[in-house]
């Protein structure tokens, strides 16, 4: 973008009316930019949801609710084992696994008994109700209610048998990875949990 704006300015030699001219330039260039780069001024973010367990459930559904509720625009795009979050059924159903986590209070040969994963999971649960922190339930209908689109992949629909009428009302089916890659190019926020 070239302009008479771009041009030296000699103030000796410059009239006032010149260089009104090239403020009013300047102002008109800038106004330009800005229009070409203004988006309404609505952030918005993607995120990629491929974990179903409990602990993994409400990273996503967290940042997606206080994301919509700054008014941004938001996509939940949910693939593989992150279907289970918006299953009906599932969701209310989710584990946390004890081993290989860190986190977990236990050594690893102890999370590895058969019944550790029923116990990691009642732990968190009861922390949860005590906390009263959202359930995954309560987390889903907020975003939804909030505007929030939460996509459940359809390969992996496909992919895992199941059945669209399974998932809570009012997500959106029928949507694959050019869906969610096409979101993501335009977002301002792109995450993978």
Request: include cysteine; charged fraction near 20%; aromatic fraction near 6%.
């Amino acid at each position: 973008m070239s302009s008479d704006a771009d041009a030296p300015v000699d103030a000796g030699a410059a009239s006032v009316e010149d260089l009104r001219a090239q403020v009013q330039a300047l102002q008109e260039e800038v106004s330009d930019l800005r229009e070409a780069t203004d988006d309404d001024g609505q952030k918005s973010m993607t995120i990629i949801a491929t974990k179903g367990t409990l602990d993994m459930a409400y990273p996503p559904l967290i940042l997606a609710s206080t994301a919509a509720a700054f008014g941004w625009d938001v996509v939940v795009f949910h693939t593989f084992w992150g279907l289970d979050i918006l299953h009906e059924k599932k969701s209310k159903n989710l584990k946390l696994s004890a081993v290989g986590n860190p986190s977990m209070p236990m050594p690893n040969a102890v999370a590895a008994l058969p019944f550790m994963d029923s116990v990691a999971t009642s732990m968190m649960e009861k922390k949860i109700q005590e906390n009263g922190t959202a359930t995954v339930e309560e987390l889903i209908e907020t975003s939804l209610d909030m505007g929030v689109d939460l996509q459940a992949c359809q390969m992996t629909i496909e992919l895992m048998g199941y059945d669209e009428a399974e998932f809570y009302d009012g997500v959106t089916t029928g949507v694959g990875a050019a869906t969610a890659l096409q979101h993501m190019a335009d977002a301002d926020v792109q995450l993978m949990i």
